[in-house]
């Protein structure tokens, strides 16, 4: 039937399998939400068939077993035209099929449905267990906060850049954004271990310079390395960082994928996990679900996202469903710091708190760093009209 409605330092641990990885019953069911493109009169029928791709994908005249009949096979559970030719379709998926599993989670909910060009996976509602048992973030917003001694102001944040820069130069540009104030200096995305840019020796010599910066001011600046390569590199990266004090590090999950991600935040739990969108607009998921809810789920402590009126395209509105996603109450999960980007000034800053309020990390990079040898002064200005935003005058 249609609806028609309006539109310190880091302990390693070593991760394993729990003995009992499902986290429900055999016939327990999680919620998959897709947006899709039909005519009103073909949409029950193809309804029906993402149904059975994702859980079984077969006819289901193929199917003669009575508990695969009963326990696995997808049900639509609802379809809800959101406007003429847009669908919103529920659809029932046995937990049991997932594997308790980053990587069949996703291939469950959108294997073979991100093929179709007119299917977008908008949304996910998963049983507590399933929220317990992935566990989300180790820190989340109080944690961020608590390192650099924030209290409940939102946190600033900016990026060491350009690519190509060598690592003394790295080093100096973090210290200049250090004695500004920043709470979080982070390596831009785009290093890694190149040989004009070595990853240990780079960590070994922006974290210094930060110290001796917080040292000089008496601030709690946290360097922020990027960690990136597969499982045994993520390892090695995170003893390097954990060898070295720090206790916070940057990651692109889209990239290093996402149960290899999952597995790091779960075996390094003294360290925060700030997650980049690097390749997260290469499947048609929707951005509130990839990067608040999945991205959290899976360990995030803080989102990094394109924010509205920058050099990218999300809207207003999604931008604030997708904070809402990361922040808002989820089961006992801890809420996750959304961090707006991409193109941010000075002079936005207090349109972006107004928008997204104090539960937030502005990450400012390029205006910043286009100051040069006012480099320091313009930290300095960024992180006092982010402290003090909120607090009360006159």
Not at 43 to 51: K, V
Not at 133 to 147: M, S, T
Request: overall charge negative; glycine content about 10%.
């Amino acid at each position: 039937m249609l609806t028609r409605i309006s539109p310190s330092k880091a302990e390693y641990t070593e991760f394993s399998t729990p003995s009992d990885p499902q986290p429900a019953s055999v016939a327990s069911r999680l919620i998959a939400v897709y947006r899709i493109a039909s005519d009103a009169s073909a949409i029950e029928g193809r309804a029906e068939a993402i149904a059975l791709e994702q859980s079984v994908e077969l006819p289901l005249s193929a199917v003669d077993s009575d508990v695969v009949l009963q326990d696995i096979v997808g049900e639509v559970r609802d379809v809800r035209e959101l406007r003429a030719g847009l669908f919103e379709v529920r659809i029932g998926l046995a937990v049991s099929t997932t594997g308790s599993e980053p990587g069949q989670l996703m291939n469950m909910l959108f294997g073979n449905a991100s093929i179709l060009e007119d299917v977008t996976l908008a949304d996910v509602e998963l049983p507590a267990e399933m929220l317990t048992h992935f566990g989300g973030p180790n820190h989340g917003i109080d944690g961020l906060r608590a390192r650099v001694g924030a209290g409940n102001r939102a946190l600033t944040c900016s990026a060491l850049k350009p690519q190509g820069l060598r690592n003394d130069d790295l080093a100096r540009l973090a210290g200049q954004l250090a004695r500004g104030g920043i709470d979080y200096v982070k390596d831009d995305h785009g290093l890694a271990d190149q040989a004009y840019s070595p990853f240990a020796a780079r960590v070994v010599m922006c974290a210094r310079a930060v110290s001796e910066a917080n040292r000089e001011t008496g601030g709690a600046t946290r360097y922020v390395p990027n960690i990136t390569g597969n499982l045994d590199t993520l390892r090695t990266q995170l003893r390097v960082v954990a060898d070295e004090g720090l206790d916070t590090v940057l990651v692109e999950p889209m990239i290093s994928g996402l149960p290899d991600f999952h597995a790091i935040t779960r075996a390094f739990p003294h360290i925060a996990f700030i997650a980049h969108p690097a390749m997260s607009g290469a499947a048609r998921l929707a951005p509130p679900l990839l990067l608040g809810k999945l991205f959290r789920l899976l360990g995030a402590d803080a989102t990094i996202f394109p924010n509205h009126g920058g050099r990218f395209s999300y809207s207003p509105e999604t931008c604030r469903t997708l904070a809402n996603a990361a922040r808002d109450a989820w089961g006992g999960l801890r809420p996750c710091m959304p961090a707006p980007a991409g193109g941010m000034t000075l002079q936005r800053v207090p349109e972006i708190l107004d928008f997204y309020g104090d539960r937030t990390m502005l990450l400012v990079g390029g205006s910043l760093l286009a100051a040069k040898e006012r480099l320091t002064d313009e930290a300095r200005a960024f992180a006092t009209r982010v402290a003090g935003y909120f607090e009360p005058h006159g």
